[in-house]
């Protein structure tokens, strides 16, 4: 049998199908609780820390069951509608003919999962669809393809032992509707990091070992992943002892910078008597502009409707540090 084959047959050497493309809500909900039993293609860029959306400690708590995954957006949402549509521009673009797909797991590694859109008729090749709004063109500019895009094609490739993945991006916008497709080849080098990456991060998931705070992080996942424990006590080592102090100059220099800055504001709106202009030798260096919102009012609403603002509350929570003063 060849490989082209075994890819459509839902079985190779390295990976093998473990749930169709899902039908019913049944089906949906099974693939939904399939992808906690592993790292998905999609989640490739976020465990090797390169989603400005999805950290490696985010998708950690997630797959611990300790934060829900992301809510289903309107681009996700009109991604999965138009997936038929895009289906039919590439197969008459291509003349190639495809076939549903679904989940894969990968036989060498059992926390590498993969959902291609597609398998491609005769070869053994992938198809993956994206929909995305004109804001984000500039990521697909000049023939370049995102890098959460690449990864999740180097992950399905490794998990279903795919040689190429087409991967066509759906751009719309109020002007203009219009497709372009990008074909990428397996590259084993970028398939060892993301094996390294995501052997990593699921041995640290499977243990209970949490990934290192990176600089983007929600307050509130680091509340979920280190709670504070009351009362309890930790002697700073040396190194840490040094941030402690880092920090403490920080804050301190940060509170005195926070407070020449509204003074100097003042006093330069003071002088302006409302110019918009600001010059220095005749040329505008800012700009002073009238700012208004609109907010809800929620003491009116907890007064007038409480039942409503009870519903519309959300509780979030972040942790604050003190500094204490010592007597």
């Given at each position: 049998?060849?490989?082209?084959?075994?890819?459509?047959?839902?079985?190779?050497?390295?990976?093998?199908?473990?749930?169709?493309?899902?039908?019913?809500?049944?089906?949906?909900?099974?693939?939904?609780?399939?992808?906690?039993?592993?790292?998905?293609?999609?989640?490739?860029?976020?465990?090797?820390?390169?989603?400005?959306?999805?950290?490696?400690?985010?998708?950690?708590?997630?797959?611990?069951?300790?934060?829900?995954?992301?809510?289903?957006?309107?681009?996700?949402?009109?991604?999965?509608?138009?997936?038929?549509?895009?289906?039919?521009?590439?197969?008459?673009?291509?003349?190639?003919?495809?076939?549903?797909?679904?989940?894969?797991?990968?036989?060498?590694?059992?926390?590498?999962?993969?959902?291609?859109?597609?398998?491609?008729?005769?070869?053994?090749?992938?198809?993956?669809?994206?929909?995305?709004?004109?804001?984000?063109?500039?990521?697909?500019?000049?023939?370049?393809t995102p890098d959460e895009a690449e990864l999740q094609a180097?992950?399905?490739?490794?998990?279903?032992?795919?040689?190429?993945?087409?991967?066509?991006?759906?751009?719309?916008?109020?002007?203009?509707?219009?497709?372009?497709?990008?074909?990428?080849?397996?590259?084993?080098?970028?398939?060892?990091?993301?094996?390294?990456?995501?052997?990593?991060?699921?041995?640290?998931?499977?243990?209970?070992?949490?990934?290192?705070?990176?600089?983007?992080?929600?307050?509130?996942?680091?509340?979920?992943?280190?709670?504070?424990?009351?009362?309890?006590?930790?002697?700073?080592?040396?190194?840490?002892?040094?941030?402690?102090?880092?920090?403490?100059?920080?804050?301190?220099?940060?509170?005195?910078?926070?407070?020449?800055?509204?003074?100097?504001?003042?006093?330069?709106?003071?002088?302006?008597?409302?110019?918009?202009?600001?010059?220095?030798?005749?040329?505008?260096?800012?700009?002073?502009?009238?700012?208004?919102?609109?907010?809800?009012?929620?003491?009116?609403?907890?007064?007038?409707?409480?039942?409503?603002?009870?519903?519309?509350?959300?509780?979030?929570?972040?942790?604050?540090?003190?500094?204490?003063?010592?007597?």
């Open positions: 049998m060849q490989r082209s084959e075994q890819l459509a047959a839902g079985e190779t050497e390295v990976g093998k199908l473990i749930l169709p493309t899902p039908k019913t809500e049944h089906d949906y909900q099974l693939w939904l609780d399939l992808r906690t039993t592993g790292l998905g293609a999609s989640e490739a860029s976020a465990m090797l820390g390169m989603n400005p959306n999805c950290t490696p400690l985010t998708l950690w708590l997630q797959k611990r069951g300790l934060k829900p995954g992301p809510d289903e957006t309107e681009e996700m949402w009109f991604g999965k509608v138009m997936e038929p549509v895009v289906d039919a521009w590439f197969r008459k673009e291509t003349g190639l003919e495809t076939y549903e797909s679904g989940l894969w797991r990968s036989k060498l590694h059992d926390w590498m999962l993969a959902t291609p859109d597609r398998g491609i008729i005769g070869r053994n090749a992938l198809a993956e669809y994206k929909t995305t709004s004109v804001k984000q063109e500039h990521k697909w500019a000049n023939g370049q180097q992950q399905q490739m490794a998990a279903t032992g795919a040689d190429m993945v087409y991967v066509v991006v759906f751009i719309r916008s109020s002007f203009e509707l219009r497709f372009e497709l990008r074909l990428i080849y397996r590259d084993q080098t970028v398939i060892d990091h993301i094996i390294r990456g995501g052997g990593d991060l699921w041995h640290k998931i499977t243990n209970d070992i949490r990934p290192a705070i990176s600089d983007e992080e929600e307050a509130s996942d680091i509340s979920l992943a280190w709670p504070v424990l009351e009362g309890e006590k930790k002697e700073l080592d040396e190194e840490h002892r040094h941030l402690f102090k880092a920090y403490q100059t920080a804050k301190e220099n940060e509170r005195e910078a926070a407070k020449d800055a509204k003074t100097a504001l003042n006093q330069l709106k003071e002088f302006l008597a409302g110019a918009e202009l600001p010059t220095i030798d005749g040329t505008p260096v800012a700009r002073l502009r009238e700012i208004t919102q609109k907010r809800p009012d929620t003491k009116w609403l907890a007064r007038n409707y409480p039942n409503i603002h009870a519903k519309a509350l959300r509780e979030t929570s972040h942790q604050r540090f003190d500094i204490l003063k010592i007597k």
